[in-house]
C-alpha cells in the first residue's frame, strides 16, 4: 500500500509539472534559467542520492528532465511534450489501479488502453485527425515496449511529428518560437527528418520481436 501511495504521488507530482509546463510553452529569458537550473539540479539528485519517491539512476525521472532541459535550451515549444507529461502517468495510475492482463514485463493492458486515450487528447495541437488517430496508437505501444525509458520514446515521436510537420506544412497548433533559436529548430528538423527511416526500422523490428515472442506463447 506504501509503495502503490508513492507511485500515484509520484504520477500525480509527474502531471502536474508537465501541465505547468505545457501552460508556459516557450518560457522568457527568466524562467528558461530557472526550469534549466531545476532540471539539471533534479538530474544530478538522481544520480547521486534521490528523494523518499525515486531510486538512484532512476531512467524515468532522468529523462523526463533530460527532455525539458534540451528543449529548454534549443527553445522548442514545450508544449508539444505534453503527451510525455501525461500518457506515462496515466498508464502507470490505470495499471497500477485495476487486475488486468500484461503483454509487455509489467505494463498491463488497461493501461495501455488508458494511455491511448490520453494520447489522443493530449495532441490537441495535431490538427490532421488521420494523423492525430495514429499517433494515438503509436505512443501507447512505444509507452510499453519502451518499458523505464518510456519517456524519451514518446519525446522522440512527438519531436518527429512536429518537425514534420514543420517541415511539410501540416496544420498544428501555431507556437510562436524565440527569434534567436529558429537556425537551431532548422538544424534539429533536417537531422532529425533525416533519422526518421532509421527509427522507424527500429520500432517496427522490436514490434515484431514482441509480435514473435507472444505468437510462440500462445
Known amino acids: 500500500m506504501e509503495i502503490w501511495r508513492h507511485n500515484i504521488c509520484r504520477k500525480l507530482v509527474h502531471i502536474g509539472c508537465g501541465i505547468t509546463l505545457a501552460h508556459i510553452n516557450v518560457p522568457g529569458a527568466h524562467l528558461k ?6 532540471a539539471v539540479i533534479s538530474i544530478i539528485i538522481f544520480k547521486t542520492v534521490p528523494l523518499r519517491f525515486g531510486i ?6 532522468i529523462w523526463y528532465n533530460l527532455i525539458v ?3 529548454a535550451v534549443f527553445g522548442l515549444p514545450l508544449r508539444v511534450l505534453l503527451p510525455v507529461f501525461i500518457i506515462d502517468p496515466v498508464a502507470c495510475i490505470v495499471g497500477i489501479s485495476t487486475k488486468s492482463r500484461k503483454w509487455c514485463g509489467n505494463k498491463t493492458v488497461y493501461g495501455t488502453v488508458a494511455a491511448g486515450i490520453a494520447s489522443y487528447f493530449s495532441l490537441y495541437y495535431v490538427r490532421v ?5 495514429l499517433l494515438s496508437l503509436v505512443l501507447p505501444i512505444t509507452e510499453g515496449i519502451m518499458r523505464q525509458h518510456d519517456n524519451i520514446g514518446i519525446s522522440v515521436v512527438v519531436l518527429l511529428y ?4 514543420q517541415h511539410f506544412g501540416w496544420p498544428t497548433e501555431k507556437w510562436k518560437l524565440m527569434h ?3 537556425a537551431y529548430l532548422s538544424d534539429i528538423i533536417r537531422f532529425i527528418l ?25
Open 56 to 61: 538512484k539512476d532512476d531512467a524515468g525521472i
Open 129 to 133: 485527425q488521420q494523423h492525430r488517430i
Open 194 to 218: 533525416s533519422s526518421f527511416k532509421g527509427f522507424l526500422d527500429a520500432v517496427a523490428r522490436m514490434l515484431a520481436s514482441k509480435l514473435s515472442h507472444a505468437l510462440l506463447q500462445l
Open 180 to 182: 534567436h533559436n529558429s
Open 33 to 38: 534559467a530557472i526550469i534549466i537550473a531545476v
Open 69 to 71: 532541459l534540451l528543449f
Open 162 to 165: 512536429y518537425c514534420a510537420a
